[in-house]
């Protein structure tokens, strides 16, 4: 039966009888009639948008009830890549730290996440492209620049991706068998070398205003490099922040916070270039 029928008093209405010339008005009777058609037999209906939205949610929760946790067997050495612009080529290393061996294809992307490898427009090359690290076993990969024109007043940012492929079940057997292949993408800068030379500190390269816009805070980067800003504090509080890129500058809004005034208490960390976080 469609959903519309279930509800009785909200479909039913009272239908008032044809009246007949010779029929008086006090022999009138009212008839309750049914919108809705009784179902033929077998019939079936379609489903509501309820109906569907919670078949979805019962799916997602018994898929997340069955799967385990998935962890990327290969770990990069670092959290970020620093490409200094006086040279032509670095090393990136990784390990395997798995039980079983892995398949990886490795490349830099410009940003665009979705691209396919061979679609990406870096100039970076990474060699080798594709390798198989045995367990407990690590790889070095040869970061060549090719030479493109790159800004020289300011860092450029790229991506480095290392998908981790795992093998397939020694048994042969991959009935009701879910294969992931986790993606590993850290942040890479290019430097240029008269960025390199420059000393000043994140702390001092940012300046902090109120964006009333987003009832929040405006940074302002006035250096050459991105600085990803851990966190904020605000009146005891932390909050989630992002990177700022060179000489631009970034909104954060506060969740659950409407800033009028820069607050008493403030403070904020950043991320250096090994990945260590800095008061």
């Known amino acids: 039966v469609p959903p519309r029928c279930l509800s009785m008093p909200a479909t039913m209405r009272l239908m008032p009888p044809r009246l007949e010339k010779s029929q008086p008005t006090s022999t009138l009777r009212w008839s309750i009639r049914n919108p809705c058609p009784r179902p033929r037999s077998g019939a079936v209906y379609p489903p509501d948008k309820e109906e569907v939205n919670m078949r979805r949610m019962v799916l997602a929760l018994l898929l997340s009830s069955y799967l385990p946790s998935a962890d990327a067997s290969m770990v990069i050495d670092g959290t970020r890549i620093i490409f200094s612009g ?6 990136v290393r990784a390990t395997n730290m798995g039980e079983t061996p892995s ?4 490349w830099v992307d410009d940003g665009r996440v979705q691209n396919q490898p061979e679609k990406d427009a870096a100039p970076f090359i990474v060699l ?3 390798v198989r690290i ?4 690590g790889q070095s990969w040869r970061l060549v620049f090719n030479g493109s024109r790159l800004p020289q007043d300011r860092e450029s940012l790229f991506w480095f991706n290392l998908p981790d492929i795992p093998p397939e079940p020694k ?3 991959t009935d009701n068998y879910l294969q992931l292949a986790i993606r590993s993408r850290i942040k890479l800068f290019y430097r240029p070398a008269g960025v390199a030379a420059e000393k000043i500190a994140a702390e ?3 300046n902090w205003a109120l964006a009333p816009t987003c009832n929040g805070l405006r940074v302002s980067n006035a250096s050459a490099r991105y600085i990803t800003i851990d966190s904020i504090t605000l009146n005891g509080q932390k909050h989630a922040a992002g990177m ?3 000489f631009s500058s970034l909104e954060i809004a506060p969740k659950g916070v409407a800033l009028r005034t820069l607050p008493a208490k403030f403070s904020f960390t950043t991320i250096n270039d090994y990945g260590a976080v800095v008061n």
């Open 128 to 130: 080798p492209p594709i």
């Open 103 to 106: 398949l990886t294809q490795v």
């Open 204 to 206: 001092k390269a940012l």
């Open 244 to 246: 700022v890129a060179p």
């Open 134 to 137: 045995e367990p407990g076993k």
């Open 171 to 173: 048994n042969g057997k």
């Open 86 to 91: 006086d040279k032509k080529e670095i090393a």
